[in-house]
């Protein structure tokens, strides 16, 4: 068999004990154990390939010179195509690939075309990578070695194919490109995830760097408004020590003058009547009383805590017409003691108070209109006359009062604003207003509260 030449060759060639220059010359062997020897040499040879071939993961297949398989391994087997002894003589086109009709079936061409070039010589090896089915494979056929001077008849084998399956290698190596391009998927992602928490922190930075500005705006603010605060009340003693000074010190000397004149006319009767000048002390006395109460009532009205914001503003218009009878005072208040607020009571009465007295004092107004309304959750204070106007009243007054400027601050620190215009001939109108907030609305005056 031409088969077991080839191997045999092999064996020759590749057994180290093989006695090329034997160092004595072996007796001739008689002629039908030279045959059996030959025989076991054959099997053994036999046996080799069969175990070689078997342990390889690829199809290896002997063909034959028109194509025809003349041996092949247990790989047939494995991918199902067929058993190792059936397909001998079968062609290994119809073999690798079942059913197939194409006329220019390439695996067809492939081992026509690498079996005529190995007839004429013209080349050692051919290549082809394929599918077939599910299967990617990458077929080879090699010429096999002869015998030198061997005669080759039908049947022999003339090549060797061998066909590997790469599919397992391709499926790995898509899975790989899949996991390397979800991969840069997932950097990306990252990537992006990355930049829009770094964008998110510099908005972060700029905004708290905007609160922190903000902050000290207002902590400055602040500053100037207890500054503002500290000043109004060293103010407000001032003016109380003064009016104290004026009013009722200078009232007590008075009377204190009075009575020493009334004890003199008492030790000397002929210089004049007694009780006249006693009657002028208690006269005194009563009109001292009378201004402490209007002092005390400066400070803090009574009635202010007794009914309400709007009630002590009513009842001081009414006790001022009496002091300037030539003024006409008309109120419009359109808002109950409930709905001022606690914390803007003494401001707004205060305000009322500061405004009128300078109507008297610089206005030579007949009429003056004190009107407070509550619109759209705004608490508004005016206070209209009918006077000269602010421009006639003398540089001289504007600069050294200081009513207007408390009354301001006042209305700063309470989160209201101020407000006074004049428009000639036509008198003066001032103008307070606080925005309620919800704490405001949900702590009415003492009135509503009160009235529970
Ligand atoms: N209703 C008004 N009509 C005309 N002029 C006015 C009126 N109100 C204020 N003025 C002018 O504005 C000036 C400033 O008023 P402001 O109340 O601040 O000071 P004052 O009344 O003079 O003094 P103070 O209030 O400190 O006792 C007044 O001196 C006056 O000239
Ligand atoms: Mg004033
Ligand atoms: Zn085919």
């Not at 009107?371 to 007054?397: I, Q």
């Not at 001032?430 to 005056?445: F, K």
């Amino acid at each position: 068999m031409p088969m077991a030449t080839s191997a045999k060759t092999r064996a020759n060639r590749t057994s180290p004990a093989g006695p090329r220059r034997p160092r004595r010359p072996a007796a001739p062997a008689p002629p039908q154990l030279e045959n059996a020897g030959r025989q076991a040499a054959i099997e053994r040879a036999k046996l080799d390939w069969e175990s070689t071939a078997d342990a390889l993961a690829a199809l290896v297949c002997l063909l034959g010179q028109d194509g025809e398989i003349t041996r092949t391994n247990r790989v047939i087997e494995d991918w199902s195509l067929g058993t190792v002894s059936g397909v001998v003589g079968k062609h290994a086109h119809a073999v690798l690939h079942p059913g197939c009709r194409n006329t220019r079936c390439a695996i067809a061409g492939f081992i026509k075309q690498s079996l005529g070039e190995i007839r004429d010589g013209s080349r050692q090896q051919f290549e082809l990578q394929e599918t077939i089915g599910a299967r990617f494979l990458h077929l080879t056929i090699r010429p096999m070695r002869q015998r030198a001077g061997a005669e080759s008849g039908r049947g022999d084998a003339r090549a060797v194919l061998v066909v590997t399956d790469l599919s397992a290698l391709y499926r790995a190596q898509d899975a790989l490109e899949r996991l390397n391009s979800s991969l840069e998927e997932r950097v990306r992602a990252r990537t992006q995830a990355l930049a829009d928490a770094n964008r998110d922190l510099r908005n972060e930075i700029i905004r708290r760097e905007q609160a922190e500005v903000a902050l000290r705006g207002s902590r400055n603010e602040l500053v100037a408004l207890s500054e503002q605060l500290i000043g109004a009340q060293e103010g407000e003693r001032k003016r109380i020590a003064l009016e104290l000074h004026d009013s009722v010190g200078q009232s007590l000397s008075a009377v204190k003058y009075t009575l020493e004149r009334g004890l003199e006319l008492l030790r000397q009767p002929r210089l004049g009547n007694p009780g006249a000048v006693f009657q002028l002390a208690v006269r005194r006395i009563q009109e001292t009383a009378e201004s402490i109460r209007s002092i005390s009532m400066n400070l803090r009205p009574k009635l202010l805590d007794d009914l309400g914001a709007a009630s002590a503003i009513q009842w001081f218009c009414r006790d001022f017409a009496e002091i300037y009878p030539s003024l006409t005072i008309v109120t419009e208040l359109a808002v109950n003691d409930g709905q001022v607020p606690d914390r803007l009571a003494t401001v707004v009465y205060r305000s009322v108070q500061e405004l009128l007295n300078n109507v008297a004092k610089h206005s030579r107004a007949k009429h003056v209109l004190v009107k407070l309304s509550l619109d759209d959750n705004t608490l508004l204070l005016e206070v209209r006359d009918s006077g000269v106007g602010l421009e006639k009243a003398t540089p001289e007054s504007r600069r050294h009062g200081s009513g207007l400027r408390n009354l301001r601050e006042r209305a700063q620190m309470t989160g209201g604003q101020f407000n006074i215009v004049q428009a000639p001939g036509r008198g003066t109108l001032a103008q307070l207003s606080w925005r309620l907030a919800e704490e405001d609305r949900a702590a009415p005056g003492i009135a509503a509260r009160a009235a529970k």
